[in-house]
């Protein structure tokens, strides 16, 4: 368990420093003539990776179910985003193909980082119990903000610098590289501390898994697999309801942490340490409310310990919209961190709960699916309207989607999902 946990920890670096603060605010400030033009650039790098993990997703996790391989799945991908981030830290904006060349890096790692949590978050049942699954699933998530907590510390004391004081490591400044050198930091920091989940979790080879060698003919069968799950799907009316929901929020929640610093930075004017230092105190909140509602999660169950979170982040989110004072903004982002852990741990433990046994990477894969399938329209519309009419209306888009996922989410029956999971798929 200590060692599936620790994996949330490697690669909260890369959701935190790439692409949600540090390199994206830096992007949408330093390869654009102006800082709306960088987010609707930055916003079609989330579009075209969000598109193409929610088509390879499924296959992929069928692949991994059949040939008993979800392990050299999880190593392959997180290498991937691992030598893809590394490689951002030397494009250097204002060249003739920096802005293409450092998007298409952006879309790989991020690719990456998504298809190796199918595989990832496919563990969860295996390492918990039907008791402790939202526990552990909390536990994982708290664990992962903390690690963005101390990764975004390093890069702001080791390399950006915090005010006037010198950072650590004393880098040059020219085309900001003390800033994009982070990358470095995260791809060392990924690399090093998914060791432990790479070499000792292993794999369960079930009687669904393909012979030695397997994975060429698993691709055939993965095929078959899912066209299967497709013909029953209405035997799954509660996965499929509660993954509508989860498409339509989740949107909300991408766009949210996607562009919260680049909101920050264009609307309320923080540089890049101020940026930095926000972040931190969202990762704090964050992991508190990802540990507390793990919690509850195996009392509550998974749907209200979402529903609750829904509505602390509506509220939240309408407050950072109409704020007019850097305070106020502040005090609502911060609150918001105490639901958006909640929210990402407990669809986890209860997609867990609803994945028939031996059927998790499959499943988890539909998780993705739901998760990005639709996950270009918050960030494209957030572009669209920001170039029309600023950062603050386009933000606002975040609430259509929390509301609606919400109650979309209201139709799920929890109980009737598990005991479909348990006859099996």
Excluded: H
């Excluded at 890369?14 to 949600?20: E, N, R």
Aim: glycine residues 12%; proline residues 3%.
């Amino acid at each position: 368990m200590a060692s599936w946990c620790l994996y949330d920890w490697a690669n909260s670096a890369f959701t935190t420093l790439v692409v949600t603060f540090v390199y994206a605010t830096f992007f949408t400030q330093t390869f654009a003539e102006n800082a709306d033009r960088g987010t609707v650039l930055w916003s079609r790098g989330v579009t075209i990776s969000s598109l193409i993990i929610a088509l390879i997703s499924p296959l992929l996790g069928a692949m991994a179910d059949r040939s008993g391989l979800r392990r050299p799945f999880l190593a392959a991908a997180t290498l991937v985003s691992v030598v893809a981030t590394a490689w951002l830290a030397f494009i250097v904006p204002g060249g003739g193909n920096a802005v293409l060349a450092a998007l298409t890096l952006f879309v790989v790692a991020n690719i990456g980082f998504e298809v190796g949590m199918v595989f990832y978050n496919a563990f969860l049942p295996q390492v918990s119990t039907p008791a402790t699954i939202g526990r552990i699933s909390g536990i994982g998530w708290g664990i992962g903000y903390a690690g963005g907590l101390v990764s975004l510390a390093l890069a702001l004391l080791g390399l950006v610098g915090l005010g006037e004081a010198q950072p650590w490591v004393v880098l040059s400044t020219e085309d900001g590289f003390n800033v994009r050198a982070t990358n470095l930091l995260v791809a060392g920091w990924f690399l090093l501390f998914s060791l432990p989940m790479l070499l000792l979790v292993r794999d369960r080879r079930t009687a669904r898994s393909a012979p030695a060698g397997g994975i060429t003919t698993s691709v055939g069968n993965a095929f078959r697999d899912l066209k299967r799950t497709f013909g029953r799907i209405r035997d799954f009316k509660d996965i499929v309801r509660f993954l509508l929901a989860r498409l339509v929020y989740n949107d909300g929640l991408i766009t949210m942490m996607a562009f919260g610093g680049v909101y920050a930075a264009g609307t309320f004017g923080m540089d890049t340490s101020e940026v930095i230092l926000f972040a931190i105190s969202l990762n704090v909140t964050g992991g508190l409310g990802a540990f507390l509602f793990g919690l509850l999660d195996d009392r509550l169950g998974g749907r209200a310990t979402v529903l609750w979170s829904l509505v602390g982040l509506f509220l939240c989110t309408f407050v950072a919209v109409v704020a007019t004072s850097k305070t106020v903004f502040w005090v609502a982002v911060l609150i918001s961190g105490l639901f958006i852990g909640p929210t990402q741990s407990a669809s986890r433990s209860l997609m867990a709960r609803f994945a028939p046994e031996r059927y998790e990477s499959e499943f988890f894969g539909f998780f993705a699916f739901s998760g990005k399938a639709t996950a270009f329209l918050g960030p494209a519309l957030l572009g669209l309207i920001t170039a029309g009419y600023g950062q603050r209306a386009g933000v606002s888009v975040v609430l259509v989607f929390f509301l609606a996922g919400g109650l979309l989410l209201l139709r799920v029956d929890e109980a009737r999902g598990i005991e479909r999971a348990a006859r099996g798929a």
